[in-house]
């Protein structure tokens, strides 16, 4: 090999450095609008996914269902507490449960139809009433309430839970909901 020879081979190395350090920036700014190409799909695709994923959740709380109790008809000879049960719908996740709930039907002060919650306010067991004593009592730790649900004793922080219900085509109907426990204020939970 001779001098000239040095020199060529000196040169096309030159050259191919420079090609090949241009084809690498062309490769990384194609990478690169790939991957920005590759996220904006996937923020767009993950919108509508979101919002399926999220759906149950956010109509579990705007939902309002309302349950048939019975008939005014029959319930106009409610005088004391009638424990009925109704049939909730709730959202565990993306599954349906159906359940029956306890809720008793009775007369307030005015003489109106009213509708308790059968869950005790201190820790939800299920309050019994006694018609021989004249009361709710519940049978965890004694929490005692009127025929009205008002607190006469025990742990519980508060009176009983009133349900929402209204007479609908001679139907008394409830809207089912769940309430904290352990506050002196009706919260609800669902
Ligand atoms: S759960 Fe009812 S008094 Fe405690």
């Not at 923020?43 to 979101?50: E, G, T």
């Not at 109704?86 to 993306?94: F, L, S």
């Not at 359940?99 to 003489?111: I, L, M, Q, T, W």
């Not at 508060?158 to 219900?165: A, I, T, V």
């Amino acid at each position: 090999m001779n001098h000239s020879d040095e020199i060529h081979i000196s040169s096309t190395a030159e050259e191919y450095k420079k090609l090949g350090g241009t084809a690498s920036s062309r490769r990384s700014f194609l990478a690169l609008l790939l991957s920005a190409g590759a996220a904006s799909v996937g923020a767009l695709l993950s919108v509508p996914l979101l919002r399926f994923l999220l759906h149950p959740l956010v109509k579990a709380k705007t939902q309002a269902s309302w349950k048939e109790i019975g008939s005014v008809e029959d319930l106009a000879s409610v005088t004391s507490p009638v424990k009925k049960l109704v049939k909730v719908e709730q959202r565990d996740g993306w599954r349906k449960i159906v359940s029956e709930k306890a809720v008793y039907v009775c007369r307030d002060a005015n003489g109106h139809l009213c509708t308790l919650s059968s869950v005790c306010p201190h820790l939800g067991c299920s309050i019994a009433w006694h018609d021989d004593k004249n009361k709710f009592i519940c049978p965890c730790h004694n929490g005692q309430f009127t025929a009205e649900g008002k607190l006469l004793g025990g742990p519980p922080p508060r009176g009983m839970d009133r349900l929402e219900s209204k007479v609908e085509d001679g139907k008394l109907v409830v809207h089912y909901q769940t309430f904290k426990q352990l506050v002196p204020n009706k919260e609800v939970i669902a």
